[in-house]
């Protein structure tokens, strides 16, 4: 089992930044890949960004490509989602999530392919 907890969210301007953090629990977390989706209000949950475990492959979505980064610590069971150039269109709840599948060829990048997540944290990006 692996609980996640992510931090960092909050109010920013329009072209700001956040870093976002999510911490695992758990002595597996550098077995999994990881990923960030995002919801916002009356939108269907969308994928942002994924890592694999060693954090050698990322894959974004091209909503985010370019601006936003995702990154790990494995020695600190954490995974970043870096967001430059910030849009009100990224105000959304931010989730991360975990994939437990040792045996996935590529970043997994669907809901259905993550079996643990995270509560969220809230980001809004005033215009």
């Known amino acids: 089992q692996v609980q996640l907890v992510e931090s960092g969210g909050g109010l920013v301007q329009a072209g700001g930044s956040l870093r976002l953090s999510c911490a695992a629990s758990?002595?597996?977390?550098?077995?999994?890949?990881m990923g960030w989706f995002r919801q916002a209000p009356g939108k269907e949950r969308e994928f942002v960004a994924a890592?694999?475990?060693?954090?050698?492959?990322?894959y974004y979505a091209d909503s985010v490509k370019g601006r936003f980064t995702i990154s790990r610590d494995n020695a600190k069971n954490t995974v970043y989602l870096q967001m430059n150039s910030l849009k009100p269109e990224d105000t959304a709840v931010y989730c991360c999530?975990?994939?437990?599948?040792?045996?996935?060829?590529?970043?997994?990048?669907?809901?259905?392919?993550?079996?643990?997540w995270g509560q969220g944290t809230q980001v809004t990006v005033s215009s």
């Open positions: 890592i694999s475990w060693g954090g050698s492959s990322t």
């Open positions: 999530a975990a994939d437990r599948d040792l045996r996935r060829d590529g970043v997994p990048t669907r809901i259905y392919m993550f079996d643990y």
């Open positions: 758990g002595r597996t977390f550098s077995s999994y890949a």
